[in-house]
């Protein structure tokens, strides 16, 4: 059974850090790309990064560029998004999402699989 489960949200000051983790199970993990997208109440969903299959990171949106980073745990099969530098404009529900084809897509329709999300508030 595939499965992308995230875990690590919750409630962060302005200013601090959050790891996010995605553990994914029933996949041939370094054959997926990973995606983090986020959506904010009465947003559309945002992509934020992208790792592909070959383990590079191929988007990062300007929104979050020099403070979150993605990384692969290819041992545990789990994705982690590293935030830093937070800030109250980065509230919001955080999903990892996988594309079977191992390329990092800019489309949500693109990726196969997603989890069922983890929420993010920063607020003092």
């Known amino acids: 059974q595939v499965q992308l489960v995230e875990s690590g949200g919750g409630l962060v000051q302005p200013g601090g850090s959050l790891r996010l983790s995605c553990a994914t199970s029933?996949?041939?993990?370094?054959?997926?790309?990973i995606a983090w997208f986020r959506q904010a109440p009465g947003k559309e969903r945002e992509r934020i990064l992208c790792?592909?299959?070959?383990?590079?990171?191929?988007y990062v949106a300007d929104s979050v560029k020099d403070r979150f980073t993605i990384s692969k745990d290819n041992a545990k099969d789990t994705v982690y998004l590293q935030m830093n530098d937070l800030k109250p404009e980065d509230t919001a529900v955080y999903y990892c999402?996988?594309?079977?084809?191992?390329?990092?897509?800019?489309?949500?329709?693109?990726?196969?699989?997603w989890g069922q999300g983890t929420p993010v508030t920063v607020s003092s």
């Open positions: 999402a996988a594309a079977g084809a191992g390329l990092c897509f800019s489309l949500a329709s693109f990726y196969n699989y």
């Open positions: 790792i592909n299959s070959s383990d590079r990171s191929t």
């Open positions: 029933g996949f041939i993990f370094d054959r997926i790309a």
